[in-house]
């Protein structure tokens, strides 16, 4: 499981023109975009909401638990795009939407588990992601 984070001063998401998340204007949130590979699990996700939820990348080195950070979940097949041979990508190392869809909702719940407010995109949409990147922070989370 890859996510990466941007904090965020806002961000909403936008499917059919109808926004589906959004963290406002008047808090710092973070935005995790979150892939799934097909040996991650449950357990994986949760592991990997307690890391995000705890993560030091708030002013001051705080964590979005310290200080209830709203955060927007994204499912994002993307994050496993390989490049390595030829112009056109492969996603051959992205789990297919039935494995990764239960993953990426548990990884939201999971964070809501922990006290996160937390919004989410629509799994397979084809979404509009806006963002204003705070700092810019944007860190790459593996497990």
Do not use: C
């Not at 996603?91 to 939201?108: I, Q």
């Amino acid at each position: 499981m890859r996510v990466l984070v941007q904090r965020v001063s806002s961000a909403r998401v936008l499917v059919d023109g109808d926004v589906v998340g959004e963290i406002s204007p008047a808090a710092q949130g973070l935005l995790a975009m979150v892939g799934v590979t097909h040996d991650d699990d449950p357990a994986k996700a949760r592991r990997m909401a307690e890391k995000l939820w705890q993560l030091r990348i708030l002013d001051d080195e705080r964590s979005a638990s310290d200080v209830g950070a709203p955060i927007l979940v994204i499912s994002q097949f993307t994050l496993y795009a390989n490049t390595a041979k030829g112009r056109r990508p492969s996603w051959n190392a992205a789990a297919p939407g039935g494995v990764a869809e239960p993953l990426v909702n548990e990884f939201a719940t999971a964070l809501a588990k922990l006290g996160a407010v937390v919004q989410t995109g629509v799994f397979g949409a084809d979404m509009q992601v806006q963002l204003i990147n705070d700092g810019p922070v944007t860190v790459l989370l593996e497990l």
